[in-house]
């Protein structure tokens, strides 16, 4: 049997060039002095599969998946975890010595670990928490504030049938709004977030009605490009506990890392400042 010296580890999506988890996950292996590598992989729909069963062969340990992988890697693994079953997604691969391939999704743990660590003593039942967009990143939000307790949440998206079914599939604590009262919902809002691709570079910005923001509430956008979105600016004028989307970046791969080589790393400001 082929010895491997050191384990790797990687990130595939397509097109991948613009991912900042290589630079993460290398800067934790330098500081706690790991021998291991992060390789990123752009990796066509049609090779997924291929790709994936022959990693374990050359010494990877597991991978992260993202953008257009996440859904359909579910088919390929052999085990999936309940949180990531519900997701309906996957956003890391652990390749287990017994062969399987283990499937699990770590966004909602990155996003509340991320608000709690952003915006100390932040609770999910203090109040409505407005969430903004029902796409992929939204179904990883919603799963988790449910799980730590959340009472009572606002789902706005542009095309309202999409905020419909999550709700049916999360329930009765999902409250959908239109997106025309998305205004109504940010006034309502003890915690708002945007899962919305609005306000990223590239995309238009994000024009729902801002001024009800109340003083105090905790506003938390996922976008990380730019780190200061006008979100993040407006709340932060009205008195809001700002938290931006990087360290959810962040915190994602925390349990990934600890399952791949072993050590639990930390998130503070030199490993934002590795990636920045
Ligand atoms: P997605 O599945 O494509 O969903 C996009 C969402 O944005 C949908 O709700 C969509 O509404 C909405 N949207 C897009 N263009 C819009 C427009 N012009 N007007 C109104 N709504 C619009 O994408 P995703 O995977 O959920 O990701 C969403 C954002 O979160 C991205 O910017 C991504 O980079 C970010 N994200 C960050 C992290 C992190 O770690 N910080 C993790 C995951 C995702 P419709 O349903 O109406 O199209």
Redesign the pocket.
Known sequence: MTQHIIPLAGVIGHPIAHSKSPRLHKHWLKKHGLPGDYIPMDVKEADLEQVIRTLPKAGFVGVNIT?PHKVSVLQIADLVTDRATLIGAANTLIFRKDGKIHADNT?GY?FISNLKQGAPGWRADTGPVTVL??????RAVISSLIEVGAKEILLT???RP?AEGLQAEFGSKVRVIDWVQAGNAIEDAATLIN????G?EG??ELRVPLDGLQRGSVVTD???TPIQTHLLKTAEQAGCVTVD?LG??LH?AVPAFERWFGIRPVVDVETRAAIL
Request: no cysteine; net charge positive.
């Open positions: 953008i966004d990155g967009g029902a796409g992929g990143a939204a998206n542009r095309t999409k899962t919305t691709s609005l990223m995309q238009p996922l976008v990380y989307g959810m970046l994602q």
